[in-house]
């Protein structure tokens, strides 16, 4: 039976500061803001949604905006990374160069299964992955020649563009576990499970459906500890659904199987839905409508604090909130970047 989830919807994070996130999602990553709103769950507190502007789906990173909590730390509940794809090999090497142009820590071209990847901590620390799919026999002088070049980019290329989402990988100490969970619950199929080359016994399980069998990639680690989402963490990941009907049908699911859920949730751009995986991990389904153009037009997408209806007779106490946080969270551009620990899909 064709799956529910048709992939990834969206990826939200935590940031400690708007400004320094936004310089850098816009101006270093090339990604288009496309809202600029208050988390609906802490309403003094800024959410903002970078992506392709013509689509919910598969492309959005979002942030909450949490100044004052700790930094966090990768392990059960708090994912390790997440992945974009770029559609030609060359925009491998020409991010790496653009990064260093930029003075982001980025690691060398790694060979990964089937990819080229590079990776990049975010002025928060968020570990980035950009990788393509390499077709045919790869070796590694293949990939030391493609760490040799050198670009001189001074602006993101059209072929550079980060597309869509490839994979976000949470952490998981029980494959079997993980594995029928996702295929009970959501119709989600294990893809494959290999050798983690970052990290001895370590495995990368992959989840998926009929059509990309890994957009989630779980980093098995049998004696994982627990992480805490902070500062610079994945707060939940977010996979999509054509509808509320097949949104409805996974609450009946959960609900059945005695697992707690959120119940059907209206954003304004798209219904969520939440629960946690067996590790802890936060997942919401969420719809692939109405969409980002339901209360803006689509080119002035982000461009001001937009809340939704039931939100607005807050607006002047939120403004006023903000603006006191903003004078507390001073932005420092371009930021200071922690450095990335290699290799960098280890725990
Ligand atoms: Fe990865
Ligand atoms: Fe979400």
Excluded: C
């Excluded at 101006?27 to 208050?38: A, E, F, P, T």
């Excluded at 004052?68 to 509940?77: A, D, I, T, V």
């Excluded at 050198?150 to 494959?175: C, G, Q, W, Y």
């Excluded at 689509?298 to 002047?316: H, Q």
């Amino acid at each position: 039976m064709e799956s529910l989830i048709k992939g990834l919807h969206h990826i939200t994070l935590v940031t400690k500061n708007f400004q320094v996130n936004s310089w850098f999602y816009t101006n270093i990553l090339g990604l288009k803001r496309v809202k600029l709103s208050v988390n609906q769950d802490d309403i003094f507190h800024r959410h903002v949604f970078y992506s392709n502007p013509n689509s919910t789906v598969g492309s959005t990173i979002t942030f909450f905006e949490w100044p004052f909590l700790e930094e966090g730390y990768h392990g059960l509940g708090s994912p390790h990374h997440l992945s974009y794809f770029v559609e030609s090999l060359e925009a491998i090497p020409k991010w790496k160069s653009w990064l260093k142009y930029n003075k982001v820590p980025v690691s060398e071209i790694l060979y990964r299964n089937d990819r080229a990847s590079l990776y990049l901590r975010d002025p928060d620390g968020v570990i980035i992955e950009i990788s393509t799919r390499i077709e045919g026999e790869v070796d590694a002088a293949y990939i030391s020649e493609l760490n040799k070049l050198e670009f001189d980019v001074r602006n993101i290329s059209s072929d550079m563009k980060l597309v869509a989402f490839d994979h976000a990988s949470p952490i998981t100490a029980n494959e079997e576990v993980v594995a029928r969970f996702f295929e009970k619950i959501l119709g989600l199929t294990k893809g494959y499970s290999i050798l983690n080359p970052d990290q001895e016994n370590t495995r990368i399980v992959a989840i998926g459906n009929e059509e990309r069998n890994d957009f989630l990639r779980y980093i098995y680690a049998e004696n994982a500890a627990e992480g805490y989402v902070g500062i610079g963490s994945i707060h939940h990941i977010a996979m999509a659904v054509d509808d509320e009907e097949d949104q409805r049908q996974i609450m009946r699911k959960l609900s059945n199987i005695g697992i707690r859920n959120s119940g059907i949730i209206d954003r304004l751009w798209f219904k969520s839905l939440y629960f946690r995986d067996p590790n802890g991990n936060l997942l919401e389904i969420a719809t692939r409508g109405p969409g980002y153009t339901v209360d803006e037009k689509l080119e002035e997408l982000g461009s001001k604090l937009v809340l939704p209806p039931w939100l607005e007779k807050y607006r002047n106490e939120i403004e006023l909130r903000l603006a006191e946080q903003d004078r507390e969270n001073p932005s420092n551009i371009p930021p200071h970047y922690k450095s990335l620990r290699l290799p960098p899909e280890s725990l």
